[in-house]
C-alpha cells in the first residue's frame, strides 16, 4: 500500500511527553509504596533493585521513546471521496472512511494542546469515531471544514 | 383526537409488577438470611417500605406520562419531578414493534415501541406500555401517510390486523423448537443456573446431611449416572420453555418494504422492521447446529434493539436448515447473495490459528493439573482438542467479494458469518501485530453498526490490500 501523505505536528511529542510524565508521577507512587513495603516488611533487597530497573524502563520507553515513535508513525489523508488513517507502534493499523459515512466533526483542544497551539479532529461515522491527535491548531480549524464540506451523508446509508 | 391522554390503567399494574420482580430477590435475600435475629425493622418495615414506595412511584409515573397523537407527530411527556417533552414526527419513525403482554392481555391493550432514526443509535425509542389496538392503528396509519407524503413513498405496513398469510417468508416449525433447545448450548446454560440457584441456597440447606442421605440413595455409580441423566432432561425441559416462550409461533412477513416478525407464547410480539435499515445478516452456527446442517439467521438493523435483544441484532431465523435460509434470505433481500465460496486464509496462519486457543488455556489448564495430580494430567488432553477447534476455525475463516457485497467469516465454537454491502459500510480497518507483519499477515475489521466489529485475522497481506481497495 502506499504510505500516506499527511502527518501531525512534531509538537505533538512533546505534548505526549508531557501526558506520559504525568502518568509516571502517580506510577512512581506506586513503585515507591510497594519498595518500601518490600525493603520494610519482607527484606526483599533484590526485588526493590529490581523493580527500580523495570521503572527506569517504563520511564525511558514511555517518555523517552514511545512518543517519537508513535509520531513518526501517525499519518493520515483526506481526499474527496474517503480518508484514511494510520497508527500504531506495535499494532500498525489503517483506517479508511468514505466521506459519505461521515456524520460530524469535533475540534477538540485541552489546556496542554492549546498552549502547544495544537488541537484534535474527531471524526464521527454512524458507527465508530476516529480521532486526529495534536494537528496544529490552524490545520486543525482547515481539516473539519474540508471535511464536513466533503461530508454529506447520502440517508439511504445509515 | 388531539386531546392528551394517559395509558390504560394497567400500566400500574405491570410497572409496579416488574419492580416487585426485580426487588424479590434481593428482598429474599434480606430478609430471610438475616432471618437468625429477628426484628420488625427488618423482617418487615423494609420490604413494606419498599414494596409501598414501588407502588406511588408505579402510580405517579403513571399519572405523569401523557401522550398526544396529532396528525404530524407524536408528543409525550413525562417523568414526576423533571417534566420531560419529547415530540416525533411520524416521518421520522423508522420501525414500530407491538407486543402483547400478560397484562396487556388482561386488559386487552397493547405495547407499541417506536424507533426513529436517531444519531444515537438505540436510545431514540419510545415506548408506550398500554394503548388500545385502535389507537396503535391510528398510529400505524399516521406513519404510513406521513411517509407517502414525503419523498420516499416508503410505506410502514402494521401487520397488526390478520395480514393475509400469502406473503410469509419464513415460520418456525414446532418440532425445530425442540431441537433448537438441544442444540443451541441452552442446557448448559440452564445446568449453570441451577447450580448457581443450589450454590446461591447453600445457607438453607445444609448440604453435608443431605450428601450422607444422598450417599444412602446412590448405592452404585448406575444411580449417580441417573440423577445426571435426570439432572440434564430438567435443565433440557427449561431449555425448551424458554424457547418456547421466546419463539414459539415465530412467523416472518416479506413485504414491499418491511419484514414483519412476529412471535412468542405468552407474550406476543409483532415488530416491523424497514429493509432499508438493514446492515447486513449474520449467520450463526455452532459444532452441533453445523452437523446437523442448521443455522441461525440474524439481521443487523440500523436503530434499537426492537425485539428486546442485543442492540442492533434482530432474529430472522432462529433455527433453519442451511437451504432454506438462503431462500429465506434471498426472498427477504434479494441484493443480499448467500454463497460458500470463500476466499481461504494462507497456510501460514494455520499454526497461528491452532496456537491461539491453547496460549489462552494453557496457563489456566495447567494449574489445574498441577494441583489435581496425577489425574489432573489427563485435563492437557484439552489442549489437544482446543488446537483441533483452532485448526477447525482456520479452515472455516475467510472473506469474499461479490460485486458489492463483502462477506467476512469467522468463529471459533461458533462460526458466524457476515454479509454486508458495500455502502452499508461504515468504515474498514486493515491492521497487523508486528507479529502479523513478520509472517505477511493482516487483520481485516469493517464496522457497520455501533460496538458491532466484524473481523477476520491473518488474511494475506496482499488480499487484504485488495479488499482494502475495493473499498476505495
Known amino acids: ?11 505533538a511529542v512533546s505534548v505526549w511527553r508531557i501526558y506520559a510524565l504525568i502518568r509516571l508521577a502517580i506510577f512512581f507512587l506506586g513503585y515507591s509504596l510497594i519498595s518500601f513495603f518490600l525493603w520494610r516488611f519482607a527484606d526483599l533487597k533484590w526485588l526493590v533493585l529490581l523493580l527500580v530497573v ?18 513518526q508513525r501517525w499519518r493520515y489523508d483526506i481526499r474527496e471521496k474517503e480518508m484514511e488513517v494510520e497508527c500504531g507502534v506495535w499494532t500498525r493499523r489503517r483506517t479508511l472512511i468514505p466521506m459519505n459515512r461521515v456524520q460530524h466533526v469535533d475540534f477538540r483542544q485541552g489546556p496542554l494542546l492549546k498552549k502547544y497551539r ?5 471524526i464521527f461515522t454512524a458507527a465508530t469515531v476516529h480521532e486526529i491527535p495534536a494537528l496544529d491548531e490552524q490545520e486543525a480549524e482547515q481539516l473539519c471544514h474540508v471535511i464536513s464540506t466533503f461530508a454529506k451523508v447520502d440517508d439511504r446509508d445509515v | 383526537m388531539f386531546e392528551k ?11 409496579i409488577a416488574k419492580q416487585w420482580k426485580d426487588l424479590l430477590l434481593p428482598l429474599f435475600m434480606a430478609v430471610v438470611l438475616k432471618a437468625r435475629d429477628v426484628s420488625m425493622i427488618w423482617n418487615i418495615a423494609v420490604p413494606a417500605v419498599a414494596l409501598f414506595y414501588t407502588m406511588l412511584a408505579g402510580f405517579f409515573t403513571w399519572l405523569r406520562f401523557t401522550y398526544q397523537i396529532d396528525d404530524e407527530e407524536l408528543r409525550i411527556e413525562h417523568g414526576v419531578f423533571v417534566r420531560q417533552k419529547r415530540s416525533i414526527p411520524f416521518e421520522r419513525i423508522q420501525g414500530i414493534s407491538l407486543s402483547i403482554g400478560f397484562f396487556q392481555r388482561l386488559a386487552g391493550v397493547v405495547q407499541v415501541r417506536i424507533e426513529t432514526a436517531g444519531n444515537e ?20 396509519q399516521h406513519i404510513r401517510r406521513a411517509k407517502e407524503k414525503g419523498d420516499s413513498a ?4 402494521l401487520a397488526y390486523r390478520s395480514t393475509p ?12 423448537v425442540f431441537l433448537l433447545s438441544a442444540t443451541s448450548g441452552g442446557v448448559f446454560g440452564a445446568l449453570a443456573a441451577i447450580s448457581a440457584f443450589f450454590s446461591q441456597l447453600d445457607d438453607f440447606i445444609s448440604y453435608d446431611v443431605l450428601y450422607r442421605d444422598m450417599q444412602g440413595v446412590i448405592r452404585n455409580a448406575l444411580d449417580g449416572v441417573l440423577a445426571l441423566v435426570v439432572l440434564f432432561l430438567v435443565a433440557y425441559a427449561l431449555s425448551v420453555g424458554r424457547h418456547l416462550l421466546r419463539y414459539a409461533f415465530f412467523t416472518v412477513q416479506n413485504q414491499k418494504e418491511t419484514i414483519i416478525i412476529s412471535r412468542g407464547l405468552l407474550e406476543k410480539q409483532l415488530l416491523t422492521v424497514s429493509k432499508k435499515r438493514v446492515q447486513g445478516i449474520i449467520m450463526k452456527e455452532n459444532v452441533i447446529q453445523r452437523l446437523l446442517g442448521y443455522v441461525s439467521v440474524h439481521i443487523i438493523h440500523a436503530g434499537g434493539s426492537l425485539d428486546g435483544g442485543e442492540s442492533g441484532s434482530i432474529v430472522l431465523c432462529p433455527f433453519v436448515k442451511k437451504k432454506r435460509a438462503v431462500s429465506v434470505i434471498l426472498a427477504c433481500f434479494p441484493e443480499y447473495c448467500i454463497h460458500q465460496h470463500f476466499q481461504p486464509l494462507p497456510e501460514r496462519a494455520r499454526v497461528r490459528y491452532m496456537l491461539r486457543p491453547v496460549y489462552v488455556l494453557a496457563i489456566p489448564l495447567g494449574a489445574v493439573a498441577y494441583f489435581f495430580r496425577p489425574w489432573g494430567i489427563g485435563l492437557l488432553l484439552l489442549l489437544l482438542v482446543a488446537s483441533y477447534l483452532g485448526y477447525k476455525s482456520y479452515q472455516m475463516a475467510g472473506w469474499a467479494i461479490l460485486g458489492e457485497q463483502l462477506a467476512l467469516r469467522n468463529g471459533l465454537f461458533r462460526i458466524e458469518t457476515m454479509y454486508t454491502r458495500k455502502h452499508r459500510i461504515q468504515s474498514m480497518a486493515v491492521f497487523a501485530t508486528w507479529f502479523q507483519k513478520r509472517k505477511r499477515l493482516r487483520t481485516l475489521s469493517v464496522a457497520v453498526m455501533p460496538r458491532m466489529f466484524f473481523k477476520v485475522t491473518d488474511v494475506d497481506e496482499n488480499e487484504a490490500e485488495k479488499v482494502y481497495t475495493w473499498m476505495q
Open chain 1, 54 to 71: 523495570l521503572y527506569l524502563i517504563h520511564f525511558s520507553l514511555s517518555v523517552v521513546l514511545w512518543p517519537r515513535w508513535r509520531w
Open chain 2, 165 to 176: 398469510p400469502d406473503d410469509i417468508a419464513f415460520s418456525l416449525r414446532f418440532r425445530d
Open chain 1, 1 to 11: 500500500m502506499v504510505q500516506l501523505s499527511k502527518r501531525i505536528s512534531e509538537r
Open chain 2, 121 to 140: 443509535l438505540g436510545k431514540a425509542e419510545a415506548v408506550l406500555t398500554a394503548v388500545t389496538k385502535e389507537e396503535a392503528e391510528q398510529i400505524a
Open chain 1, 118 to 122: 495544537l488541537a484534535s479532529v474527531v
Open chain 2, 154 to 157: 416508503e410505506a410502514l405496513p
Open chain 2, 5 to 15: 391522554k394517559r395509558l390504560h390503567p394497567i400500566t400500574i399494574v405491570s410497572s
